[in-house]
């Protein structure tokens, strides 16, 4: 069979070797071509050109700040706290008013929060406030060990139970610096967040200032 073909082929021009290997092979030819680009592609974005992972992530659930407001917070504290190809995601969940959005950002905030891929909260998380509803003190990480730990002020801690789940952000002053509104809003961290160092190093920063 391989003979035979390579006895036409040699027989033919090379116009009309081209015009029969496309007529009989250009499935093969576009399958392989498909397939090279997508392995291209694919080898581009796992090895050559891999996106970004989140070396800290911040779910904001409070006020009317702009996305490009909140990149701001996390400006300050990438510096610090990344790596190579690294950023922080400061991911906004606030409420507004437009069901279609509300529902989008509840669902994505649902998804996260249960995938341990949120951090930091920052919203109304005091007993009793809107966003404690969504985020009981018992999500929460014992705030008193962690300021310990990094060696900041414990002061404005907010206690549920004796355990200090929250921090008012006025005594923060980077929100200061920042011009952020943060009356009635605090900081709080989410219980199966396993980026202690990240964690820690925001917590520095954010109450030690930079």
Same mark, same amino acid.
């Given at each position: 069979?391989?003979?035979?073909?390579?006895?036409?082929? $040699?027989?033919?021009?090379?116009?009309?070797?081209?015009?029969?290997?496309?007529?009989?092979?250009?499935?093969?030819?576009?399958?392989?071509?498909?397939?090279?680009?997508?392995?291209?592609? @694919?080898?581009?974005?796992?090895?050559?050109?891999?996106? /970004?992972?989140?070396?800290?992530? +911040? &779910?904001?659930?409070?006020?009317?700040?702009?996305?490009? $407001?909140?990149?701001?917070?996390?400006?300050?504290?990438?510096?610090?706290?990344? &790596?190579?190809?690294?950023?922080?995601? @400061?991911?906004?969940?606030?409420?507004?008013?437009?069901?279609?959005?509300?529902?989008? $950002?509840?669902?994505?905030?649902?998804?996260?929060?249960?995938?341990?891929?949120?951090? +930091? #909260?920052?919203?109304?998380?005091?007993?009793? &406030?809107?966003?404690?509803?969504?985020?009981? /003190?018992? @999500?929460?990480?014992?705030?008193?060990?962690?300021?310990?730990?990094? &060696?900041?002020?414990?002061?404005?801690?907010?206690?549920?139970?004796?355990?200090?789940?929250?921090?008012?952000?006025?005594?923060? /002053? #980077? %929100?200061?610096?920042?011009? %952020?509104?943060?009356?009635?809003?605090?900081?709080?961290? #989410?219980?199966?967040?396993?980026?202690?160092?990240?964690?820690?190093?925001?917590?520095?920063?954010?109450?030690?200032? $930079?």
């Amino acid at each position: 069979m391989i003979k035979k073909e390579l006895e036409k082929l $040699r027989e033919m021009s090379l116009r009309q070797k081209l015009d029969y290997i496309w007529e009989y092979y250009k499935l093969h030819i576009i399958g392989t071509a498909i397939f090279a680009s997508l392995a291209g592609m @694919v080898i581009n974005d796992m090895v050559i050109n891999p996106p /970004p992972t989140s070396a800290l992530t +911040i &779910g904001w659930l409070v006020g009317n700040e702009s996305d490009e $407001r909140l990149s701001e917070l996390a400006d300050v504290l990438e510096p610090t706290i990344v &790596g190579y190809n690294e950023i922080v995601s @400061v991911v906004n969940f606030t409420l507004t008013n437009t069901f279609q959005l509300d529902i989008a $950002r509840q669902t994505l905030f649902a998804a996260m929060t249960t995938a341990a891929e949120l951090d +930091i #909260i920052i919203g109304d998380l005091a007993v009793g &406030g809107r966003d404690s509803e969504r985020l009981p /003190p018992d @999500v929460f990480k014992d705030l008193e060990a962690l300021f310990y730990e990094a &060696g900041v002020s414990t002061e404005g801690l907010l206690f549920y139970d004796g355990v200090a789940f929250a921090i008012a952000l006025e005594k923060s /002053p #980077i %929100f200061t610096e920042l011009g %952020f509104d943060y009356e009635g809003r605090y900081f709080g961290v #989410i219980i199966n967040s396993e980026r202690d160092y990240a964690v820690l190093e925001a917590i520095r920063i954010l109450w030690a200032g $930079r």
